[in-house]
């Protein structure tokens, strides 16, 4: 019914160092950086079940990974989340889930132009499934946050934000067939209402949102 933990991540150095790699190449946290998590949940008549919790984490990080030390930038999370899910004796299966993470950065290794700013995201999904054979997803996405010219507006094409913001909007339509138990084809479709920004120009070399939109095709075979 209720789930809790709480626990810390370090960078893995010094006796740990055997569980690390490419220290060279990975952005170092300084200490110990907390993460929790809580979250309830609660079944009923052998067919429903509902889930709503809370996690977070805050990170303290080095901006050169070659210098252990100086001033660092910090990321603090804070999410919520839920679940709702019905698997019952009949044809049909649903679920829907939704997650909002909200996070608070501040920069004071000058590594951004302001010195403090917020991103948040929020997803939703839900799920139908008939027989355990046919189903469908639909998902919806977004992303806002500070503009900040120094952290998003890389003078790049594609990744870059002329407007220096990172807001991005999108949708995900996603089938399935599993004609055995073993074999699963999926065809996913995600699509940009917004990226970075803008619908249109948004890394100013005259690139769309809906360039951005991709079809994905998967066969799955367990053996």
Do not use: C
């Amino acid at each position: 019914t209720l789930y809790a933990e709480i626990g810390t991540y370090r960078t893995a150095d010094k006796a740990f160092s055997l569980f690390g790699a490419g220290h060279e190449q990975e952005l170092r946290i300084k200490g110990n950086n907390p993460y929790w998590r809580l979250a309830l949940q609660r079944e009923w008549e052998g067919k429903h079940s509902a889930m709503i919790g809370t996690y977070g984490m805050d990170v303290r990080r080095f901006a050169d990974p070659l210098v252990n030390s100086g001033p660092t930038d910090r990321f603090r999370d804070i999410a919520v989340d839920a679940q709702y899910q019905y698997i019952g004796a009949t044809d049909h299966r649903y679920s829907a889930q939704v997650n909002y993470i909200r996070e608070k950065q501040t920069f004071d290794s000058g590594a951004a132009s302001n010195r403090s700013n917020t991103l948040s995201s929020l997803k939703a999904k839900a799920t139908y499934y008939y027989r355990n054979e046919y189903g469908i997803n639909a998902g919806w996405f977004m992303t806002k946050g500070t503009p900040d010219e120094a952290l998003y507006n890389n003078g790049e094409p594609v990744s870059g934000s002329a407007n220096a913001s990172p807001n991005s909007t999108g949708y995900i339509l996603e089938l399935n067939w599993l004609p055995r138990r073993d074999l699963r084809f999926v065809v996913q479709y995600t699509g940009y209402d917004r990226f970075n920004g803008a619908r249109n120009n948004y890394d100013g070399f005259g690139r769309s949102a809906h360039d951005n939109n991709n079809l994905f095709l998967l066969v799955w075979w367990m053996i």
